[in-house]
């Protein structure tokens, strides 16, 4: 028996490692390489290459956090040790927001898949439309519901069950998309199809603005988000310091790999007769790996892609069910969620509350985003938003808290940290107008909660709050705003021409990064961390 604020330490690093790899494995490849072609041709393939790099240098700064933390739900912990309530709060909002709408896009992608099986019943789960908005109709709904409650069974029942589980279903998950694309590249390879532009013959090949939206609409960043589940899992890791960096690399150079091979075979497999009229925009597919199988008589194929549909997301789902909960168990670490929603399972050691949340906000997403196309590129930005904090707490712990135990020093961290920064804030700019200004409005809209609980508090040391988070409260409506006085090459009004903004938008990515930094203290929490012995230095003592 575990007390009631237990989090068992069951996880190895292999096992953490395939829950990252897990986790960005998953819908992403079903359709990514389909979005990402339609965004930006064949220019698609840099772009998985140049979003993996992105994605890398933020991830060690999350590593040498999660390993200096090695707490469950340590996603939304870390800018609260770095900067206080309302920095944490702000960050723990946007990372939540990120992932909780995963575990519901998982479900829609395998039903969107099976809308193309060869019976009525199942093609009428899905209705098509142009640019990958289609939506699911209401019978597609129930099943994805279904699947959704399917994930928080498997993990209803403790964190060593989900760890086994995902890690079988991960080893068939590499093997199907390794596979897929060998098939694709040996069966039906058309190497004219890499001379075609966006839109057809006429328009360039590699358009390098039409990259960097897919990079960040593409569902490029959103299937790279799997690397968080590590660190979100940390609590649970037997060996932090060693298994954190290993899952979070591990897991991105290899799903690098695949995604760029994915895409490979996808560009060089669609019939050259069907990119005469539109070019690469015009394709448009239900289950886009599937179809193609079918096109070039892989019929074997597809029948593995349409069970492997369910076994990819599934997965992923599985995962984010359990990373979800534990970010709520952070939240309520950081005094700005109820009470109960941080009581772990005295048995089991696993936060029931949060995850009865987060089955009901998933419904929500369900509800009002009904295709993969569109809650993906959701997803993306708020992903990109809720990665700010982590370079900016990484640096500013350096200079705040230096004799807090690091298992992992991550070299060159200062440029590392301000290269993740300014590439951050590239990402989100890149995801083009309004959509940036809408994610960065949801942003701000759950600051109530947070000033419900300081109220309930008296604001207690509310202004020092405060000016540790003045940074970010500027930052995101500046960004707002340069997204839409820019270049209307990224859907602004056109008033910062296109080259020009990019350059704009690095400046005030340093500028914020440096305030950033220096606005960092030392607050309550690092301090009663310092005097708490890592689990590490315990292990070695013990």
Known sequence: MHPPSAIRRDVGPIALMLTGLGSIIGSGWLFGAWRAAGLAGPGAIWAWVLGAAIILTIALTYAEL???????????R?????????????????????????IPVEAEASVQYMASWPW??????????????????????GISALLVVVYFLVNYWSVKLFARSNSAITVFKLVVPALTAVALIASGFHAQNFSVGLHGAGSPVL?????????????????????????NLAGEARNPGRSIPLAVVGSILLATVIYVLLQVA????????????????GIDFRSPFAQLALIVNLHWLAML????????????????????ARMIYGMQRNGTAPDILGRVHAHWG????????NLAVSFLFLFFFRGWGTLAAVISVATVISYMTGPVSAMSLRRTAPGLHRPLRVKALPVLAGVAFVMATELLYWARWPLTGQIILLMLVALPIYFYYQAKSGWHDFGRQLKGAGWLVCYLPTLALVSWLGSSTFGGRGYL???????????IGVAFYVWGVQSGWRTPSVEQAERVPHPEQVQAQG
Do not use: C, K
């Open 350 to 357: 696993v936060p029931r509350p949060a995850m009865w949340l």
């Open 207 to 231: 358009d390098f603005s039409a990259i960097l939206t897919a990079i960040a609409t593409a569902g490029i960043v959103f299937s790279f988000n799997g690397f968080q589940s590590p660190v």
């Open 266 to 281: 996808y560009l060089g497999a669609v019939p050259p007769h069907m990119l005469e009229q539109a070019g690469w925009h």
């Open 120 to 141: 009525q019943w199942a093609q009428d789960l899905y209705v098509q439309a142009p640019g990958g908005h289609g939506e699911l109709t209401p019978p597609g709904l």
């Open 497 to 507: 021409a296109y080259g020009w903004d990019l350059v704009v938008v690095a400046v």
């Open 305 to 324: 892609l349409y069970v492997d549909a369910f076994v990819s997301p599934s997965g992923t789902g599985m995962t984010y069910t359990a990373t979800t």
């Open 66 to 76: 999660g390993a200096m933390f090695p707490e469950s739900g340590g996603m939304v």
């Open 78 to 102: 870390y800018s609260h040790y770095s900067h206080g309530s309302l920095v944490g709060f702000i960050a723990a909002w946007a990372n939540w927001i990120a992932i909780v709408s995963v």
